[in-house]
């Protein structure tokens, strides 16, 4: 039987989007499940309630590859997903082996922002780079980062944290995993959101925002605002953006890359964001890199790169069986 379709999976902190992906690339069908369950065999038991419909759909199991499945804490070369503070059911968790043994097809394993950068490489915007960091904005921020057309998983694979990386910022945020002033902790969307919180409080300019119970104020309200042409919305982006601009002129020494690629729903904000972090880019850049590297706002949904990249891990990499 012709193999003729892949799975990709990618493992949000809440919510786990399905893909099934042919040889094309295309994304032929979607479903989405719950992340957030109590114990790890109610979490199995969705994705294959959800996976046995569309496998159907395709004709049935004898047309799928295998399966890719992301997540931010999970280990490639072992297969677990380690100590996800996300999820209650984690632990040390063999979860490719899991799902193998439940749906009876191949598993392979990898880390979100890892799997963005293979579905941008491969049909995104990197299309024929061999050297870029993607940054993946959104509730986490992840890296992902391809040298010489590889990615680059590290010693013991957790090389993509890079959303832990100090900033520098004295103003002593503290981060979710505990330590201070990481960049997650004002370029995600929390960290935006605690931005304004701490801008309604220290500005007196008037903005739309403060019209909404600070404890109901999402990162949407302030995209929206910052469009609408609120002043105070357009600070939290351009404060973020000069973090953001000012961290990547370091990082590109770290591979000097061709490209940053910015996914995610924060990457996608506004104009504003953007050139605030091009015009921190390059005040801060070191002289020899000055025009050599491009920054890059990802065209692709953040979880159908991440479901496109795991769909190419079915197809090319050593599986876990069933
Ligand atoms: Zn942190």
Known sequence: MIKTFAIGIDMGNTTTSIGIVDTQGNI??????????????????????????????????????????????????????????????????????????????????????????????????????????????DNEVCRGAVANGEIIYGHKIFSGKSGHINVHNDRGRICKCGRKDCLEAYCSTDGIITTTLELLISSKETSTLRNIPQNELTFENIYEASIQGDSLAKEVFRFTG?????????????????????????????????????????????????????????????????????????????????
């Open 242 to 322: 000069d973090i953001l601009g000012q961290l990547l002129s370091d990082l590109i020494a770290y591979s000097s890359p061709k490209a940053f690629i910015l996914s995610g729903k924060v990457a996608k904000s506004n104009e504003f964001f953007m050139q605030a972090i091009q015009k921190s880019f390059e005040e801060n850049l070191l002289q020899i890199y000055i025009g050599k590297t491009k920054i890059l706002t990802s065209d692709i949904e953040n979880s159908d790169a991440i479901i496109l990249g795991t769909s190419l891990l079915a197809w090319n990499s050593k599986l876990v069986e069933a």
């Open 28 to 137: 032929i069908s979607k479903s989405s499940v719950k992340t957030d369950y109590q114990h790890i065999a109610e979490y199995i038991d969705a994705i294959y309630n959800h996976l046995s419909v569309l496998i159907e759909q395709q004709g049935g199991i004898d047309y799928i590859k295998g399966i890719g499945i992301s997540s931010s804490d999970g280990n490639y070369f072992t297969g677990c997903v380690e100590f996800a503070p996300e999820h209650t059911w984690s632990g040390n968790t063999p979860i490719a082996q899991i799902l193998a043994d439940k749906l009876q097809l191949p598993v392979t394993l990898t880390n979100g922002a890892n799997a963005a950068a293979m579905g941008e490489m491969e049909y995104g915007i990197a299309q024929g780079m061999k050297d870029f960091i993607l940054l993946s904005l």
